[in-house]
């Protein structure tokens, strides 16, 4: 089991950057397929992006590729989600989320991932 920890949240005029962190505890981080997903008031959660076992796969969802990275750091149990440019649209709650699936792919739906933090807000003001 793997309990999940977001920071980094805030409130960043349009154009301005935030780097979220999701500190994790637990046996074998370096096991999990690794994500960041979002949740806008009155909307479902939808997939921002994430990263394999291995790192060498990442996927993003459209709107934020060019803006967004995502990225891990086994040794210290952590992934980060650098948001640059960013825009009103992009205000949510962001959740970080483990999988213990090993397949070497991008993992877009929610339901395939078995752990979640509790989230950061993210306010970006126009």
């Known amino acids: 089991q793997v309990q999940l920890v977001e920071s980094g949240g805030g409130l960043v005029q349009a154009g301005g950057s935030l780097r979220l962190s999701c500190a994790a505890s637990?046996?074998?981080?370096?096991?999990?397929?690794m994500a960041w997903f979002r949740q806008a008031p009155g909307k479902e959660r939808e997939f921002v992006a994430d990263?394999?076992?291995?790192?060498?796969?990442?996927g993003y969802k459209d709107s934020v590729k060019g803006r967004f990275s995502i990225s891990r750091d086994n040794a210290k149990n952590t992934v980060y989600l650098q948001m640059n440019s960013l825009k009103p649209e992009d205000t949510a709650v962001y959740y970080c989320?483990?999988?213990?699936?090993?397949?070497?792919?991008?993992?877009?739906?929610?339901?395939?991932?078995?752990?979640w933090g509790q989230g950061t807000q993210v306010t970006v003001s126009s």
């Open positions: 989320a483990a999988s213990t699936s090993d397949t070497p792919a991008v993992i877009t739906s929610p339901n395939l991932y078995d752990y």
């Open positions: 637990g046996r074998s981080f370096g096991s999990y397929h």
């Open positions: 990263i394999v076992v291995g790192g060498g796969i990442i």
